[in-house]
Antibody, heavy 120, light 106 residues
């Protein structure tokens, strides 16, 4: 069974940093491109970032570029999102998601989501 | 960046009805539209990919169509469990974007 389990969320002060992790199991992690998508509670979905299979290529939404870094460790079957210079606008549930077919850009499996709250 | 506009934003229908949700793109995106269903407190679920392909395990009461700038998600024979918010998403290029969502009440 494919599973994606996020961790590392919580409350952080404005200007602070946080690292999210997403541990994958039930499938061979290394060939798949992976994404982070976020959702403000009660609002819509927003794509945040993607990383290719060998981590040689990363892409970001404009609103997070320069502040967030996506990475992966294929040996540990884990995806990461390092977030810095956080603002209240980054408060959201963060999902990791598996790209359904290499670089298809759509997601067939999602993690359960992890809440990040940026507040003083 | 590509903007996606869904209509309607919300709708109410009855069991057994047929409903259509529309997604319009701000530029031509070929058939690179995908549809997700999200129930309250749950994770989004892929229904349709590349405009008209039914994801494995999704009932055939869901279908998608369209190309270019206009796309539709159709749900036939509505069931109570179809109550959810539906999102379109473009995978034509990054930044991948989602529509604002359509809340369907049965």
């Amino acid at each position: 069974e494919v599973q994606l389990v996020e961790s590392g969320g919580g409350l952080v002060q404005p200007g602070g940093s946080l690292r999210l992790s997403c541990e994958a199991s039930g499938f061979t992690f290394s060939p798949y491109w992976m994404h982070w998508v976020r959702q403000v509670p009660g609002k819509g979905l927003m794509w945040v970032s993607r990383i290719n299979s060998d981590a040689s290529s990363t892409t970001y939404a404009d609103s997070v570029r320069g502040r967030f870094t996506i990475s992966r460790d294929n040996a540990k079957n884990t995806l990461y999102l390092q977030m810095s210079s956080l603002t209240a606008d980054d408060t959201a549930v963060y999902y990791c998601a598996r790209d359904a077919s290499l670089w298809s850009g759509y997601y067939d499996y999602w993690g359960q989501g992890i809440l990040v709250t940026v507040s003083s | 960046d590509i903007q996606l506009t869904q209509s309607p934003s919300s709708l109410s229908a009855s069991v057994g009805d047929r409903v259509t949700i529309t997604c319009r793109a701000s530029q031509s995106i070929s058939n690179y539209v995908n549809w997700y269903q999200q129930k309250p407190g749950k994770v989004p679920k892929l229904l349709i990919y590349t405009a008209s392909n039914l994801q494995s395990g999704v009932p055939s009461t869901f279908s998608g169509s369209g190309s270019g700038t206009q796309f539709t998600l159709t749900i036939t024979s509505l069931q109570p469990e179809d109550s959810a918010t539906y999102y379109c998403q473009q995978s034509y290029n990054t930044p991948y974007s989602f529509g604002q969502g359509t809340k369907l009440e049965i």
